[in-house]
């Protein structure tokens, strides 16, 4: 990984990182994190690739009611979708070609393989933790707006094209914004 | 990973899982999963190595007020604390012999890396969500007692000295019976 999106943007953090970067034992406090806002969502990761020797990294989001997120798929990334809070549907096309949707509330659990297209709406406000491969965590920052703070009410950070381009090569992501999930089985 | 104990137990599941097996993208209500129960805990795994190519496994345990889980390291697993309801108290030694303790509360995180020595102690009833590197998602299965339902009121598991061994065998871990906390710093 590195911190390079992170000392580029104004992020108020000046790059520094509240997680340890190597394999020791930390504690965070809820709302405690490396934070980024992306849209009108706050991503806060709380523990990354760089304490799992690359296993996994961990992160929630909080996020309000939105848009469906346009489908996408990362070749080297397992991704879960758990819901503390609210409600969130989950897509994703399975290697068949058939796609589902399942609205997820909380207590609920979804997990999208690394390759396949998927894609997400918050359709009532919502808390989500995630887990992924580890380094995927901090896709989040480079896409979004790193910031030091987790309060409400933050301005949404909208990423300009070249932004998500170098996001989504840095993380073997491909958008697939013409994806259609209208004929998706529940 | 092997699904001997899982046959070999009374666990009226039948050595049958509801998870894939294989990266393939599936979705869980609450409170489905692989149960297991373990002394008074419902142990539920929501994700397993087999679906991530080992890097990483995901797990509920939803747990009374208890006794300090004994002290215990598992030398090649990275293993994560996060409290969804109630209070669980984490307990830690660093590298350099430190110990800590936290307590924990919703929305609170821990991290222990592959090889430290940990307890914990549930000191106001909890749900936890737990993740950790691969396969080590069904210790508590193997350590504990396999049952198809998620029901409250199930009876207690405490396993004998043979199945402690043969679990812990399974995972690399060591348990530290004697260690004392009684210097852990908050």
């Known amino acids: 990984m590195s911190f390079e999106f992170l000392a580029d943007a104004d992020s108020g953090s000046g790059g520094k990182s509240v997680l340890p970067g190597s394999p020791e034992a930390f504690f965070l406090r809820r709302g405690e994190g490396e934070h980024a806002v992306l849209f009108a969502d706050l991503f806060t990761v709380l523990l990354s690739g760089d304490e799992t020797e690359g296993q996994f990294g961990v992160f929630t989001s909080k996020a309000p ?4 997120i346009p489908a996408h798929s990362h070749a080297d990334t397992h991704e879960t979708f758990y819901v503390i809070e ?3 549907r989950v897509y994703v096309e399975d290697r068949e070609g058939r796609k589902t949707s399942r609205l997820l509330t909380p207590g609920d659990f979804g997990f999208v ?4 297209a998927h894609a997400y709406q918050v359709e009532e406000s919502a808390r989500l933790l995630g887990v992924a491969t580890g380094g995927f965590e901090r896709f989040f920052q480079q896409l979004g707006q790193p910031t030091s703070h987790a ?5 949404p950070f ?9 996001a989504a090569q840095a993380h ?3 958008f697939l914004p013409d994806f259609d999930w209208s004929d998706a089985a529940e």
Not at 65 to 68: H, I
Not at 151 to 155: D, V, Y
Request: without cysteine; aromatic residues 0%.
């Open 86 to 88: 609210g409600k969130v």
């Open 65 to 68: 009611k939105g848009q469906l």
């Open 158 to 166: 909208v990423p300009d094209p070249a932004r998500m381009r170098a």
């Open 151 to 155: 309060g409400e009410g933050q301005p």
């Open 113 to 116: 393989p690394a390759g396949l």
């Open 172 to 174: 073997n992501m491909r």
